[in-house]
């Protein structure tokens, strides 16, 4: 099973092992990893939005135009910001390393 890192804001890591063929967003939600996904992964916001370490960025296939238009709304948005709902952990991954965002945009709450 792949290794996951996620870099929290403050600077502090936590290392998990998940299964294969889930995403990024179940990974965090099934280790207390504080990642929104206030649309429970439909692709309707950008509450999952992480920031995907170069090295592994080049190996996830191209976002959709959906993900995309997602991503523009995201806070902090990098060169390499993808959501986690749309990134299915796979053996090739193994370390993928993630950083999370100091803050999220909840459109359902922020109203903005």
Do not use: W
Request: hydrophobic share 40%.
């Amino acid at each position: 099973m792949p290794k996951v890192i996620f870099k929290y804001p403050n600077g502090d890591v936590k290392e998990v092992i998940a299964p294969e063929g889930i995403s990024i967003l179940e990974v965090a939600h099934q280790n207390k990893v504080p990642l929104e996904g206030a649309c429970e992964g439909s692709l309707a916001c950008s509450t999952c939005h992480v920031i995907v370490d170069e090295k592994y960025f080049h190996m996830l296939g191209e976002p959709t135009e959906d993900e995309e238009d997602m991503l523009d709304l995201a806070f902090g948005l990098t060169h390499t910001s993808r959501l986690g709902c749309q990134i299915i952990l796979t053996d090739e991954l193994d370390g993928i390393t993630l950083t999370l965002p100091e803050a999220t945009r909840n459109m359902m709450v922020d109203k903005s």
